[in-house]
C-alpha cells in the first residue's frame, strides 16, 4: 500500500506530527511519499528519508513562506495524483483540520477526521476516532483512496533510516489569491504545544497574572509549552492558543502537568494520549486524580514556587533540597 503524507513544518523544520504520521505508515507496512510546501524546507527532505519516506513532492519557495490553504489545498491534491497513494494522512492540526477537507473535497474523496487507530484492510480503511467529547469509540469505515487526520500522539516516532527521491513541484500561482504578508505577534516564543515533550497547563484555579506566572516559570524550568484550560483561558490568565480540549489543542507529550484542572471531559479529550499524567489539585476528589499516574494534593501557590526552585537546583547540578 502507498500513503501520501502531508507535512507540516515550523520555522523550515519538520513538525512532529509529520514524523508520528511516518511513523503510521512505517506501522502498517506501507511505502511512504511526503508532500513537503513550505519555504527554506528542502533541508528537510532527509529528516522526512530517515523516517521512511521513499519519495518527497517538494515545493521549496518563499511564495509558501505561510500556511495559505489554496495553493497548499493544490499542491496536495497534484501529489496525490502523481503519488497514486490510497490513503493520504494529515495531522489533526489547526492546518490539518482547515486543509483535509478541502483537499477531501476537491479530489472527491471520503474523509476521516481525527483516528487514533487506523487499519487498512483490502479495499477499505478502519479509522477509530471517538466522538462526543471522548464519550465514545466509533469506526468508520472508509472505502480506499481515502483521506485521514490523525490525532497527535496516536503513533510513535521511528527512525528507519533510508534515501528518498525529490520531486519539486511548482508553485501553484492561480491559487495563491490570499496572501499573508505580516504575523504581527506570534503567539508564545515557547515550544510548540504540538511538539512539546512535556506541558505545563494551568486552570482557572491560578486566578490571574501572577498564578499564571507561576505555570509559566515552572514550564519554562522544564523547558515545557505552556497548556491551559478553557476557563483559564475565558478568564483572560493565557492566550486561547494555548487551550487544551475538545474545542482547543490535542496534545500527547511525554508527561502532562494539570495545575488546577479539574479534568472535566472536554479537558481531558485533549490529552489523555499523554504518556504520563500528573495533577496538582486541592480537591483529592478531582476527576482529574482518575486519569492521572501522580498526584499532588496541594495549593498551587504553594507548590509550584518549590518544585520550580528543586528543577532549578537540580538543573544547576545541586541535589534535592530536603
Ligand atoms: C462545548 C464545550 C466545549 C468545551 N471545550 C473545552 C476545552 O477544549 N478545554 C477545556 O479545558 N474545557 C472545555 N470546556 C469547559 C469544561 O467543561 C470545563 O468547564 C473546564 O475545563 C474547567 O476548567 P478548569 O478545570 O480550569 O476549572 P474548574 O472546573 O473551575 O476547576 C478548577 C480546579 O482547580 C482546583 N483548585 C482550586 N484552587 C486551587 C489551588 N489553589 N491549587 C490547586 N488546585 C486548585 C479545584 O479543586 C478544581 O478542581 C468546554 C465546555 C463545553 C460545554
Known sequence: MKVLVIAETKQGKVKKATLELLG???????????????AGVA?????LARHGATKVYLADDDALAMYVTSPFAALAAEAFQKSGAELVLFADSEVGKDLA??????LNLPFVPGATEIR???????????????????TIDAPLPA??????????????????????LAVPTA????????????????????????VVAGGRSVRGPEGAKLIEDFADVLGAAVGASRAACDSGYFPHACQ??????????DVYIAVGISGAIQHTAGMTGSK?????????????????????????FTVLPLLTEEFKRLKAGNTVAV
Open 175 to 198: 491559487d495563491l489569491r490570499a496572501i499573508i504578508r505580516e504575523v504581527l505577534k506570534e503567539t508564545s516564543e515557547r515550544v510548540d504545544l504540538g511538539d512539546a515533550r512535556i
Open 244 to 253: 487544551v480540549g475538545q474545542t482547543g489543542r490535542t496534545v500527547a507529550p
Open 120 to 138: 487498512p484492510e483490502a479495499g477499505k480503511v478502519l479509522a477509530k476516532r471517538t466522538s462526543i467529547a471522548g464519550k465514545i469509540m466509533e
Open 101 to 106: 477537507p478541502r483537499v477531501a473535497a476537491k
Open 147 to 168: 483521506i485521514l487526520s490523525v490525532k497527535a500522539g496516536a503513533f510513535e516516532v521511528k527512525e528507519t533510516g533510508g534515501a528518498a527521491e525529490t520531486e519539486t
Open 43 to 47: 533541508g528537510e527532505v532527509e529528516t
Open 276 to 300: 504520563i499524567i500528573v495533577a496538582i489539585n486541592t480537591d483529592p476528589d478531582a476527576p482529574i486524580f482518575s486519569i492521572a499516574d501522580f498526584g499532588i494534593v496541594a495549593d498551587l
Open 24 to 38: 503510521a505508515a512505517s506501522a502498517f507496512g506501507a511505502e511512504a511519499h511526503v508532500l513537503l510546501a513550505g
